[in-house]
């Protein structure tokens, strides 16, 4: 191939390029200015009232001497309070399962870790530290909105 030739054939690939960045530059330029449209629509939920309308947790909260500050999640308002104990974690949870369970938050006192240490990896499917009744019932509970 000689030199003009390829000379032409890399300024027509230049020329092709150049024509697709202009095609891709208009439609930017020209498209619509980038808002998305209101749109409506129906949420349903399978969770029952009585969990969702507990208001109790930050009543719980102030009774264990800390103040419950909200925090806006997308739209949905959480509630966490943090504080300092010199007590155990697990009487600390005790404790605290046994507050929300006398407060309607809870249906039972939940003193079993749901996961087991490493969680749920190749040990969990080896038998080891496998998810057990109680686990699978705090899961559950958490999963419908308990603590």
């Known amino acids: 191939m000689s030199f003009r030739a390829t000379t032409h054939n890399f300024l027509r690939l230049i020329a092709a390029g150049a024509a697709i960045?202009?095609?891709?530059?208009?439609?930017?330029?020209?498209?619509?200015?980038?808002?998305?449209a209101q749109v409506q629509a129906d949420l349903f939920d399978l969770h029952p009232v009585s969990v969702v309308e507990h208001g109790d947790?930050?009543?719980?909260?102030?009774?264990?001497?800390?103040?419950?500050?909200?925090?806006?999640?997308?739209?949905?308002?959480?509630?966490?309070?943090?504080?300092?104990?010199?007590?155990?974690?697990?009487a600390l949870l005790e404790i605290y399962q046994k507050r929300l369970n006398?407060?309607?938050?809870?249906?039972?006192?939940?003193?079993?870790?749901?996961?087991?240490?490493?969680?749920l990896g190749p040990a969990t499917l080896r038998g080891q530290?496998?998810?057990?009744e109680e686990r699978l019932r705090g899961a559950t509970a958490m999963v419908d909105g308990e603590v």
């Open 21 to 36: 960045c202009a095609a891709a530059l208009v439609v930017l330029v020209i498209s619509a200015d980038g808002d998305v």
């Open 57 to 90: 947790f930050g009543r719980v909260m102030e009774e264990s001497g800390l103040q419950p500050r909200r925090y806006d999640y997308n739209g949905n308002e959480i509630k966490f309070a943090v504080g300092d104990s010199d007590l155990e974690p697990r």
């Open 102 to 119: 006398r407060a309607g938050i809870n249906t039972e006192v939940y003193l079993e870790p749901i996961y087991a240490a490493g969680g």
């Open 129 to 132: 530290g496998a998810l057990t």
